[in-house]
């Protein structure tokens, strides 16, 4: 018997043209995906060498410089919560609406990151990275982490958050506050914690206190700190200390909560295990500071704070650590408090915002005149340099190797020894 033949398989023009039709399905999906992704709006340039972290050299004595001269200028966009110049690892940040730009103190830039499709919501430094957090079409919750030194990208996340944010951060977390909710990440931007009216939650009753409206968050170390008005008790705050790191980071584990008498209370101050809050209670306003057992460590009186009245504003206070000291800038005063018990231990009258360690024991603030060295114990001026300026506007000072940066308004202002 002998074997049947298998018929010869031929390409007819329908196979063809079915070939060419699905090919061009599969370009144009490709196309399209390119076309629509996100990295299509990236414009990315790391540094080209790893320059060395620099040191802040300016902050070794208390003196300044006889010739301080304005060096140079970069913008600065006005961000909620950003108040002082952000500096990180010796590098200066300078930011617009979508775009960041690291310089050397020389002014020479080392590395920039930009996105042209989203605006920038946020921006800090903790670790050693500059943390960039843009507003996207699901509100300000697509964030970048770039290494400082040369902006290779360290980690990314993107999640549902509200369109307008402030930044809140510490040395070990970094995250944003709004009236709606606060929330912290990790360096690799994992989130550890988040509080308040969480959209679309997955599990229900996570959160203790979702119809409160947050009006106030610190975070230093292992604590977070929020102040909250709530529909069941509307004449008072209500102070929150809990930890940054519960075990699921979608339930908050809160140490305790303390009723404040004033509907306007707001935090000024945290510490490892202790916050400070101001209450502006009618012209005899104070700050008082509790533990983790909601116990009263320190009183003291309190002027009117000028810059509380914008909610904004005091949704994160103008803060700034020294070594020995944490500061809070009320809108015409620096208050300086003990690190432990938050004490007020100095105020300082007349400055234009907060300041940068000038040496041991003392602090440079900016005045109307210009820039004072303040001893941090006595309050005695210890040096004192003009530097004109074009307002009396706010002034917030940071130090980056051996230049003094000033942040005014939506500018960073370099200034130094002529070179």
């Given at each position: 018997m002998s074997p049947r033949a298998v018929p010869v398989l031929r390409r007819t023009r329908g196979d063809v043209a079915a070939a060419a039709a699905l090919t061009l399905v599969a370009i144009t999906a490709v196309a399209t995906a390119w076309l629509s992704a996100p990295v299509?709006?990236?414009?990315?340039?790391?540094?080209?060498?790893?320059?060395?972290p620099l040191a802040a050299s300016a902050a070794r004595d208390a003196t300044l410089p006889d010739n301080l001269t304005e060096l140079y200028t970069a913008?600065?966009?006005?961000?909620?919560?950003?108040?002082?110049?952000?500096?990180?690892?010796?590098?200066?940040?300078?930011h617009d609406r979508h775009a960041v730009r690291a310089l050397a103190?020389?002014?020479?830039?080392v590395w920039s990151y930009a996105r042209s499709d989203r605006e920038i919501c946020s921006l800090g430094e903790a670790w050693t990275d500059v943390v960039v957090t843009f507003r996207g079409p699901a509100g300000c919750g697509d964030v970048v982490s770039l290494d400082a030194l040369t902006g290779q990208y360290s980690a990314t996340r993107s999640a549902v958050a509200p369109d307008t944010v402030a930044a809140v951060r510490s040395n070990d977390r970094v995250g944003t506050v709004s009236e709606q909710r606060v929330e912290l990440w990790r360096s690799d931007l994992v989130r550890t914690v988040e509080y308040g009216d969480v959209e679309a939650p997955q599990e229900p009753e996570m959160q203790p206190h979702a119809s409160c409206r947050i009006t106030s968050a610190l975070t230093r170390t292992e604590l977070l700190a929020v102040?909250?008005?709530?529909?069941?008790?509307p004449e008072q705050t209500q102070l929150r200390l809990q930890d940054v790191t519960p075990e699921d980071s979608r339930k908050p584990e809160i140490h305790v909560s303390i009723p404040l008498p004033s509907p306007d209370?707001?935090?000024?101050?945290?510490?490892?295990?202790?916050?400070?809050?101001?209450?502006?209670?009618?012209?005899?306003?104070?700050?008082v500071s509790y533990d983790l057992a909601g116990a009263e460590l320190a009183r003291s009186a309190a002027a009117d704070a000028p810059l509380l009245s914008d909610p904004a504003r005091a949704l994160a206070p103008a803060t700034a650590d020294l070594p020995h000291h944490m500061t809070w800038f009320d809108g015409s005063r620096l208050y300086l408090f003990d690190p432990v018990t938050l004490r007020t231990s100095l105020v300082v009258e007349d400055v234009l915002g907060t300041g940068a360690p000038a040496g041991d024991g003392h602090v440079v603030v900016p005045t109307a005149t210009g820039l004072s060295v303040v001893d941090t114990v006595s309050g005695e001026v210890t040096d004192a340099a003009t530097v004109?300026?074009?307002s009396s506007g706010e002034v917030y000072v940071a130090i980056a190797a051996d230049v003094l940066v000033e942040r005014r308004g939506g500018e960073l202002v370099v200034l130094g020894t002529p070179r």
């Open positions: 299509r709006d990236v414009a990315h340039s790391p540094a080209s060498t790893t320059p060395p913008p600065a966009a006005e961000l909620e919560g950003v108040y002082r110049p952000v500096v990180a690892q010796g590098l200066i940040i300078s103190p020389d002014g020479k830039q102040t909250e008005v709530c529909p069941d008790a209370a707001t935090l000024v101050a945290v510490g490892e295990k202790a916050a400070a809050v101001y209450l502006p209670h009618d012209g005899a306003a104070e700050i004109p300026r074009p």
